[in-house]
C-alpha cells in the first residue's frame, strides 16, 4: 500500500513538473518572438502565430472574428447570415482584399486569445481600444465611439452606482471593459459575471441582478428592444473608440487595415453602416455620438 | 512565467478552489442520498416508483450537466421559480450525480449473491434488515471504486458552472485571461489547481479502496 502510495504521489509530481516545464517553455518562446517581430516581419511571421496580408491574400480566405449573440453589431440573423455594424465592415474588407470571409464566432472574454494563437487575422468584435489590450494586440483606427452605460428595471432604476446596496450584485460579462473598470474603480461592487451576452441578458431579464453594466451602446439597444428598463446612467467613466484589432507585430496587414479604413472615412463608409445596420435601434439621434469616420 | 502574476492570482483562486470545493461536496452528498434511496427503490423493485426512478437515471444521464444547468437557473425562473446560482450548482451536480450513483449502488447491490439474501430472510429478518445488515455493507464495499470515480467525475464536472456566474476554478481562469491577459500563468495556476484537488482524492481513494476490501465476504 505504502509502496502504491509513493508512486502514485510521484507520478502526479512528476505530472505537474512536466506541465510547468512545458509551459515556460512556451512562454519564453512568445518573448523571442515578440522582440524579434518588428525585424523578422518577412521572415518569421507563422512562428509568431499570425498571417502576413500576402499570406491571405494567397490562400484566399480571411478569417474574421466577429460577435454572434450581440445584435445589432454582430450577430447571427434569421436566415443564418452573419449581420450588423461590424459584419457590414468585415464584408467591405473581404470584398477589398479580394478574398473570401470566414467568420470565427467569438465571446469577450477569448478575443485576445484568438489572436495571439493565429485562430483569427482580424478581431472586428465591438473591440474597445484599451492600454491593457494595446501591449497584447495592434489595434488599427476606431470607427466607434463607446463609453459604458448601466441599465435597470423601471421599478427600481440605478441613477449611481453609490445607489448600490450592500447586498446588491450588478451583471457583467466576462472579459469586458465594464468589468475591468468596475473591479479597478469601484473594488466594493458585487460583480455576476457572465461568459456570454445571450446568458448575461437572460440572467438580468430573470432578475438575478439589480442592474447590468455594459458599453453603452449595448444597454441604450437593450432598454429600447426590452419594455420596461431605463438606463439610468448612459455614460460612466471614459469615453473610449472601437477599433479592429489583428495580432501584435503583423505589420503588413495593420498598414493595409489603416490604409482601407482611411480610404473607407473619406467616402463616409462608416455613416452608411450605421444607416444600414444600426438606425432601426437607435435612431438618427446616436449618428453623430456613435460614428467615427477614420483619418490620419 | 511572471513568478509575481503568481503570486498575485493566488487568493482568486483560492477562493475558487473553496467555492469549487463547497458546492462540489454539498452535490456529491445530494447524489449520494438520491442514489441509496433511487437504488433501493429499483432493488425492492417498488411498482410506479421503480418507473419515475427509471426515466430519472435515463433523463439525467443522456443530457450534459450544461444544458441541466441552463434549465434549472436559465428557464425556471421564466415560470416563478428563482433559484439562487449556488443552489442551482448543487442541485444540478446532485441531480447528474444521483442518477450514476443508482447505477453504481445497483450494480453493488446485485453483485451480493442472492443467496445472502434467502439466508437473512429464512433467518427471520425483514425486507429492511436484509438490506440495511447483510446486503448493503456488502454492496458499498464492491461500489467503492464505483463511487469514487462518481466523485472525481462530479468534481471535474463543476468546470462548467461559468455558464450560471459561479467563480469556479475555470471561470476564474478565463476571466482572469480576458481582463489581463496573462494566459500562461493563469492556465498553469488552473492545471495545478485541478491537480491540488483532485490527486488527494484518488490517493485517499486508492487507500479506502483497500480497506474496504475486508468489508467483503464469502467469496
Known amino acids: ?219 441604450i439597444a437593450f432598454a429600447i428592444e426590452n419594455e420596461g428598463y431605463t438606463v439610468g446612467i448612459p455614460s460612466l467613466g471614459d469615453q473610449d473608440t472601437i477599433a479592429p484589432a489583428v495580432t501584435k507585430g503583423n505589420e503588413t496587414l495593420l498598414t493595409w487595415l489603416n490604409d482601407e479604413l482611411v480610404s473607407l472615412g473619406s467616402e463616409n463608409f462608416f455613416h452608411a453602416d450605421y444607416e444600414a445596420t444600426l438606425l432601426d435601434t437607435y435612431g438618427a439621434d446616436y449618428e453623430d455620438e456613435l460614428v467615427v469616420e477614420p483619418s490620419k | 512565467m511572471d513568478k509575481d502574476i503568481l503570486v498575485e492570482y493566488f487568493p482568486l483562486y483560492k477562493d475558487a478552489l473553496f467555492l469549487t470545493l463547497k458546492i462540489g461536496w454539498q452535490g456529491i452528498i445530494l447524489a449520494f442520498v438520491i442514489g441509496l434511496i433511487g437504488s433501493a427503490i429499483i432493488h425492492f423493485k417498488t411498482p ?74 429464512s433467518l427471520g429478518m425483514s425486507d429492511f434488515q436484509t438490506l440495511w445488515y447483510v446486503i448493503l455493507p456488502q454492496a458499498i464495499s464492491i461500489s467503492v471504486p464505483g463511487i469514487l470515480a462518481n466523485v472525481i467525475f462530479l468534481l471535474k464536472e463543476t468546470s462548467v458552472f461559468s455558464t450560471i456566474s459561479l467563480m469556479d476554478l475555470m471561470f476564474t481562469a478565463k476571466d482572469l485571461i480576458g481582463m489581463y491577459a496573462k494566459t500562461i500563468e493563469c492556465l498553469f495556476l488552473l492545471v495545478v489547481f485541478y491537480l491540488v484537488m483532485l490527486l488527494p482524492i484518488s490517493i485517499i481513494g486508492a487507500i479506502v479502496e483497500r480497506r474496504m476490501r475486508y468489508g467483503q465476504f464469502g467469496d
Do not use: H
Request: hydrophobic share 40%.
Open chain 1, 1 to 219: 500500500m505504502k509502496k502504491n502510495l509513493v508512486k502514485t504521489l510521484t507520478s502526479g509530481l512528476l505530472v505537474t513538473g512536466l506541465l510547468a516545464a512545458s509551459l515556460t517553455g512556451c512562454g519564453s518562446s512568445d518573448k523571442a518572438d515578440s522582440s524579434a517581430d518588428g525585424s523578422a516581419v518577412e521572415a518569421g511571421e507563422s512562428a509568431a502565430g499570425f498571417r502576413t496580408l500576402d499570406e491571405i491574400k494567397e490562400s484566399g480566405t480571411i478569417n474574421i472574428g466577429v460577435f454572434s449573440d450581440k445584435s445589432p453589431f454582430g450577430y447571427v440573423d434569421e436566415n443564418g447570415e452573419y449581420a450588423g455594424y461590424d459584419v457590414y465592415l468585415a464584408e467591405k474588407i473581404g470584398e477589398d482584399l479580394g478574398v473570401d470571409i470566414n467568420y470565427v464566432s467569438t465571446e469577450a472574454a477569448n478575443r485576445i486569445e484568438y489572436l495571439q494563437t493565429g485562430k483569427v487575422d482580424i478581431i472586428l468584435a465591438n473591440f474597445t481600444v484599451t492600454e491593457e489590450r494595446a501591449q497584447e494586440v495592434d489595434f488599427a483606427l476606431p470607427y466607434m465611439n463607446v463609453a459604458l452605460g448601466v441599465v435597470s428595471p423601471d421599478g427600481a432604476v440605478i441613477e449611481s452606482l453609490d445607489d448600490l446596496g450592500a447586498d446588491d450584485e450588478v451583471i457583467v460579462i466576462s472579459g469586458t471593459t465594464a468589468e475591468t473598470y468596475l473591479a479597478k474603480n469601484y473594488p466594493d461592487i458585487k460583480l455576476q459575471k457572465y461568459d456570454a451576452y445571450a446568458e448575461a441578458k437572460t440572467a438580468f431579464e430573470n432578475g438575478n441582478g439589480v442592474a447590468w453594466a455594459n458599453d453603452n451602446t449595448e444597454v
Open chain 2, 48 to 121: 410506479v416508483l421503480r418507473k419515475i426512478v427509471g426515466i430519472y437515471i435515463e433523463l439525467f444521464r443522456n443530457t450534459p450537466l450544461l444544458v441541466q444547468l441552463f434549465f434549472i437557473y436559465f428557464a425556471l425562473p421564466k415560470v416563478g421559480i428563482q433559484i439562487t446560482a449556488k443552489t442551482c450548482g448543487v442541485l444540478g451536480l446532485g441531480l447528474l450525480g444521483g442518477a450514476y450513483m443508482i447505477e453504481t449502488f445497483r450494480s453493488g447491490l446485485e453483485a451480493v449473491p442472492v443467496i445472502q439474501t434467502e439466508s437473512a430472510l
